[in-house]
């Protein structure tokens, strides 16, 4: 396992994980959860204190594409040492005039998870979900739960499996 953490099968702790999140397991079925304290859970605090390096971690970011006075959204997951390249690569991706990150507030109330736990998992459908391909080869990646008092643990493939998900080389290193 990673880091210090006791994992479990997410299947049976929805308990650790938002709504949206428990209701798509099927899709992420090798899932394992662990509760941490939810003060700990932007990545260089969890990593720090859990044991888990850098590159064990990925981080999903909302992203607003703006065309034609239209708005859509994505997701993008980069590991936890690399930086999404919103304004290249994605926006160009998504075949956006603008691209940025989502207002917080946009983010948590479109995918009904809470802010610093937004996964994959569970994203409204539709939504690309854009995964670095850095994710794919990492092996076992810790992500959000939805919430903020636990993470996921999957394997980067299970990530590139996910409904509407494309692997990409997405990050800045």
């Not at 204190?49 to 999903?60: K, M, Q």
């Not at 859509?72 to 940025?100: E, F, I, P, Q, W």
């Not at 802010?115 to 979900?129: D, H, K, R, S």
Request: hydrophobic letters at 50%; one cysteine or more.
């Amino acid at each position: 396992m990673v880091g210090s953490l006791e994992w479990g099968p997410a299947a049976e702790r929805a308990d650790l994980l938002a709504g949206p999140v428990a209701a798509a397991l099927g899709t992420a079925p090798d899932a394992r959860v662990a509760e941490i304290d939810p003060e700990l859970a932007d990545t260089a605090a969890f990593c720090e204190r859990y044991g888990v390096p850098l590159e064990a971690s990925a981080n999903c970011v909302i992203v607003a594409a703006k065309r034609g006075g239209e708005v859509s959204y994505a997701a993008c997951m980069v590991l936890a040492t690399d930086r999404a390249d919103v304004n290249g690569v994605v926006r160009k991706h998504l075949g956006a005039r603008k691209a940025s990150f989502a207002p917080m507030a946009e983010a948590t109330e479109l995918t009904g998870m809470e802010y610093g736990g937004i996964t994959p998992v569970g994203l409204p459908a539709g939504w690309p979900v854009l995964v670095d391909e850095a994710v794919v080869a990492a092996g076992d990646v810790v992500v959000g739960s939805g919430l903020r008092r636990s993470k996921l643990l999957l394997a980067g493939k299970t990530l590139a499996a996910l409904p509407d998900a494309e692997v990409v080389a997405l990050a800045q290193r």
